[in-house]
């Protein structure tokens, strides 16, 4: 099974100069819990893996590259993939992977996705980097929790799952 795990600003921003445009621990958290269940794999872009502070304990790494002399750090849950159907062939059918984006990598896998897991969050980012349309109708909420406002968590934001419909 595939899982997306994104989270997008209003107009689907999702990053700027290869970053988060925001700042939001609870959706962190909520990533790190989701991504450290089911097969503990998370699949990326060359550009999302370079943006993470460092390989994520506890999580395997599929980086989709298209260059073929790309060397990531030397690490045992890092792996380095050149196409979609060599990662496809990888996944035990069993098990829930997690796309984790950039935006070129959603797109990618979207006629694979079963599952997504979209954090909302109601504010104005700038950015240059969207998640990508898709057809909505496809797909059935299955689940929605509003997020806390704290002091940490200063912008209004909503965890959403969806199921694809069968
Ligand atoms: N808000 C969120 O949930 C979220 C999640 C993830 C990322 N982001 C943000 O999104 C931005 C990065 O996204 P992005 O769309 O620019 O990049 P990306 O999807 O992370 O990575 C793009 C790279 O993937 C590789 N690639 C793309 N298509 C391929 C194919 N068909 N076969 C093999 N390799 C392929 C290429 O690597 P090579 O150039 O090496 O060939 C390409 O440059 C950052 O700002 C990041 O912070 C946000």
Redesign the pocket.
Known sequence: MISF????GENNV???????PWRLPADARFFKETTLSGSKTMI??????E?LPGVLPGRKHYI????KA?RPPDHEDVFV????EEILQKLDPKQEYFV???????K?FFPYADRLYITRIYENFDG??FFPGYDETEWQLVSRREGVIDEKNKYKHTFFVYDRKK
């Open positions: 795990v994104a989270a997008v999702m990053g700027k100069n290869n970053r988060l990326m872009g060359r550009k999302t893996f943006s989709l590259t298209t260059n790309y993939f050149h196409s979609v984790i984006g950039g935006a070129e990598i959603f990618l240059d980097t």
